[in-house]
């Protein structure tokens, strides 16, 4: 009788272990899936975070958010390129570089991501090595007019201030009278008073 008692018991617990353990696979099963969809919209909202640390300078507080938001969305390139605007602030251009890098290799046809890793590498003295990104954005052509009306970076006449700056660090006169002259032909009214503005259409 007491062996009757001590199987069933045992089966008893046997079916209990079964029953959570199912449960336990089920909520994984849900929560998972719902985790990766949700990931875009917390990456989104943590970066929002980072943007208001961005306005009250405190860089370290930026870099810890992004580095959270890169251990859930580590393909995320806005969030490396924040990333790599706090190092380049902080003046660690070595970190800088490399987020800024990871920003190209997921977006290598983008203007901003040209820009900031051309910039990097000026900002190295590493003019030859800068050169391409501008090159590259150069080549595109003007930016598409700015319907926002927001004061933004224009990279097109960014990247032809940032050659004519390299040319002219590398003694090549030549070569940068020739891009003076495409800002003359792009953006005359920016011309003549000698200093580019790199800002608006």
């Known amino acids: 009788m007491s062996l009757e008692k001590c199987t069933c018991g045992?089966?008893?617990?046997?079916?209990?272990?079964?029953?959570?353990?199912?449960?336990?696979?089920?909520?994984?099963?849900?929560?998972?899936?719902?985790?990766?969809?949700?990931?875009?919209?917390?990456?989104?909202?943590?970066?929002?975070?980072?943007?208001?640390?961005?306005?009250?300078?405190?860089y370290d507080e930026v870099i810890r958010v992004c580095r959270k938001i890169i251990f859930i969305d580590k393909n995320n390139a806005k969030v490396w390129s924040s990333l790599g605007y706090a190092y380049r602030e902080k003046g660690d251009i070595g970190k800088a570089l490399t987020a800024y890098e990871k920003v190209y290799s997921l977006n290598p046809n983008d203007r901003e991501a040209n820009f900031d890793l051309g910039m990097i590498y000026f900002s190295k003295k590493e003019f030859a090595k800068a050169m391409p990104y501008f090159e590259y954005i150069r080549n595109k052509g003007p930016d598409n007019g700015n319907s926002l009306g927001v004061n933004l970076l224009n990279y097109h006449r960014s990247a032809l201030a940032m050659l004519e700056e390299c040319f002219k660090a590398l003694g090549d006169n030549f070569k940068m009278r020739q891009i003076q002259q495409e800002i003359k032909k792009y953006y005359p009214e920016q011309s003549a008073g000698g200093q580019i503005n790199l800002y608006g259409n």
């Open 10 to 58: 045992q089966e008893h617990h046997h079916h209990s272990s079964h029953s959570l353990f199912k449960r336990w696979l089920i909520s994984v099963l849900i929560v998972v899936p719902l985790l990766f969809l949700l990931k875009p919209f917390i990456a989104q909202q943590m970066l929002v975070r980072a943007a208001s640390y961005f306005s009250c300078a405190s």
